[in-house]
Structures are given as C-alpha cells and as structure tokens.
T-cell receptor, first 110, second 115 residues
Framework: GIQVEQSPPDLILQEGANSTLRCNFS?????LQWFHQNPWGQLINLFY???GTKQNGRLSATTVATERYSLLYISSSQTTDSGVYFC????????????FGRGTQLTVWP | NAGVMQNPRHLVRRRGQEARLRCSPM?????VYWYRQLPEEGLKFMVY????????ESGMPKERFSAEFPKEGPSILRIQQVVRGDSAAYFC?????????????FGQGTRLTVV
C-alpha cells in the first residue's frame, strides 16, 4: 500500500495564529483529500486536491504531486478549528480505497 | 441532497453478541466503502462494495466480519461474536463509480462499544 505521513502529530495554537500541516506520501496518487474530524467525531471534507492549489475562506491547500506532498494552511485560527486533520490519498490501481495518515491533532486556545 | 447516512450512531454490545451497522450511500452513488478507526488512529480500509458485489475485501478480518450491499436497501457491515477489540468507530463512504476518480464523502460513523 501507500505510506502517508502527516506532520506535526500535535499542534497547539493561540486563536488568531496561522499554521501549516504537511502530508507526505510514498507513491504517485490520483486523488488526495483533506478532512477535518471535529470533536464529535464527524469527518468533514475540506479539500479534494490531487494537484494544484485551492482556497476556501481561511483554509487553503497545495498539492505538489510530482514531489509527493500536500500542505494545508490554516490562517487566523479559531477555537472551532480544533480537531484532527487527516490527509488521505488514492491510487488508480487500488480500486478506489483511500489510504489515511495518522492525522494532526490541532488544539486552538482562546 | 442527503449525505451518506449511517445508523445507529452509537451501538453497545456485550461480548459474543452480533453487531449490525447500516450505511445508505448518497443519492446516485452505487459504490460503498467501509473503514474502521481505532482510538487515536487514522481510518483503515475494510471493504469496497458495489450493488450485490464485493469488489475488494482485502482489509476485512478473515473471521466474524462480513459485508453486503443488496440490490435494495442499505449496505450492512456485520460483526459476529463481538470482542472488546472490535470497539471502534466504523465509517462508511460512497462514490458514484469505482473507475471514476471522485471525491469520497463519509457518513457520521457508528461508534461500537463492546462491554
């Protein structure tokens, strides 16, 4: 399978700070998604970004497929951003299954 | 447009009982994936199903676990004779088709606790 490594594993921020989360993957992929798992356990789709850059409000993401990494940027953090951020990738030969990283646990303090 | 629906949200079973988890895919989606999340870990793939067909079950434990996606009705993940180690969150995702590279959407999960 594909190895997906996320860093840092834990991140503690003050409200208003910016942060960058990283996802490295071990093989070429044709799909990459970022998810936010909120404190209630729900998985929220943030970005579907196999390549390029996307922005959605205070969040943006960049995937450089040729170098096998993706970055998630969170600007002006809010307490509601707390939770676990997962990166997941898919390879064409794997019949649609996603491979997940272990996540980055983000805690934003007021 | 309803999302992926899973029920129940929480399920408590005694050791040795059976657990049945249900997943209704998004409207228009005919492919379903089941994942398991152990505490403080990422999601791990279990099985990929199409209507009336198992496409990939390489992530399913060999014993006690089974899954189906009948022509009518939701997909069912069944765990027989549950043990404490089965306690986890089980998530279901759906997509329109296996060969189409699309975004996957997840349900809210079923949290199984075995006592």
């Amino acid at each position: 399978g594909i190895q997906v490594e996320q860093s840092p594993p834990d991140l503690i921020l003050q409200e208003g700070a910016n942060s960058t989360l990283r996802c490295n993957f071990s093989d070429s992929v044709n799909n990459l998604q970022w998810f936010h798992q909120n404190p209630w356990g729900q998985l929220i789709n943030l970005f579907y970004i196999p390549s390029g850059t996307k922005q959605n409000g205070r969040l943006s993401a960049t995937t450089v497929a040729t170098e096998r990494y993706s970055l998630l940027y969170i600007s002006s953090s809010q307490t509601t951003d707390s939770g676990v951020y997962f990166c997941a990738v898919k390879r064409g030969s794997t019949l649609g299954r996603l491979y997940f990283g272990r996540g980055t646990q983000l805690t934003v303090w007021p | 447009n309803a999302g992926v629906m899973q029920n129940p949200r929480h399920l408590v079973r005694r050791r040795g009982q059976e657990a049945r988890l249900r997943c209704s895919p998004m409207k228009g989606h005919s492919h379903v994936y089941w994942y398991r999340q152990l505490p403080e870990e990422g999601l791990k793939f279990m099985v990929y199903l199409q209507k009336e067909n198992i496409i990939d079950e390489s992530g399913m434990p060999k014993e006690r676990f089974s899954a189906e996606f009948p022509k009518e009705g939701p997909s069912i993940l069944r765990i027989q004779q549950v043990v404490r180690g089965d306690s986890a969150a089980y998530f279901c995702a759906s997509s329109p088709g296996g060969q189409v590279i699309t975004e996957a959407f997840f349900g809210q999960g079923t949290r199984l606790t075995v006592v």
